[in-house]
């Protein structure tokens, strides 16, 4: 069974402009998450989708966003990048009919470089 | 909120040595604790869980943990270093008594193996 796959797997960006990642879960995971990996703030939640619906947010500011589809691919959007969102953003599929106790399953990330 | 604390951001271990790796967690409730592991340039593979049962869990690649409610511990160990384990391992406390399906981790101890 293919694992997570994250596309694309580095980015340039310059400031003020806005970013869109794409996550693919494992085939029969409806569940997808996004989390933030730096070197200062650790791993970090941003948010988690299932079947389409947002179910949880992290405590990050509205210009992260993101969305999921009816095959449960997932995107994620930063808009008006600032050097901070420099980092290594990491996808997870679970089945997760229950809660997190479902093995969480990561993909490669996406490294994004903000200039 | 339920939080994770990692002793030691560097530990160094010789071939065929013990390894140990130190995780504190807080939570008011029973935690749902994890152990990942990040080889450079890739995501995170779970090593083990503890949900409910058995305080002992064995993982992969021979790393084993105990969950210690008394000492509110969830310490990663492996009897032999292999070169192969050379990696950044973080523990993870999941959110879900808190209502929110997230993980929060710990801020990594990266693993040297020495020849």
């Known amino acids: 069974k293919a694992g997570v796959t994250q596309t694309p797997r580095y980015l340039i960006k310059t400031r003020g402009q806005q970013v869109t990642l794409s996550c693919s879960p494992i085939?029969?995971?409806?569940?997808v998450s996004w989390y933030q990996q730096t070197p200062g703030q650790g791993l970090q939640f941003l948010f988690e989708?299932?079947?389409?619906?947002?179910?949880n947010k992290g405590n990050f500011p509205g210009r992260f966003s993101g969305r999921q589809f009816s095959n449960s691919r997932s995107e994620m959007n930063v808009s008006t990048l600032e050097l901070g969102d420099s980092a290594l953003y990491l996808c997870?599929?679970?089945?997760?009919?229950?809660?997190?106790?479902?093995?969480?399953?990561f993909g490669p990330g996406t490294r994004l470089t903000v200039l | 909120a339920q939080s994770v604390t990692q002793l030691g951001s560097h530990v160094s271990v010789s071939e065929g040595a013990l390894v140990l790796l130190r995780c504190n967690y807080s939570?008011?409730?029973?935690?749902?604790l994890f152990w990942y592991v990040q080889y450079p340039n890739q995501g995170l593979q779970l090593l083990l869980k503890?949900?409910?049962?058995?305080?002992l869990v064995k993982g992969i690649n021979g790393f084993e943990a105990e969950f210690k409610k008394s000492e509110t511990s969830f310490h990663l160990t492996k009897p032999s270093a292999h070169m192969s384990d050379a990696a950044e391992y973080f523990c993870?406390?999941?959110?879900?008594?808190?209502?929110?399906?997230?993980?929060?981790f710990g801020s990594g101890t990266r693993l040297q193996v020495q020849p």
């Open positions: 085939s029969g995971h409806r569940s």
């Open positions: 993870a406390v999941s959110d879900e008594a808190a209502g929110r399906r997230a993980l929060t």
């Open positions: 989708y299932f079947s389409e619906t947002q179910r």
């Open positions: 997870a599929s679970s089945s997760s009919q229950g809660g997190t106790t479902d093995t969480q399953y």
């Open positions: 939570s008011s409730v029973p935690p749902y």
């Open positions: 503890y949900t409910t049962g058995a305080t």
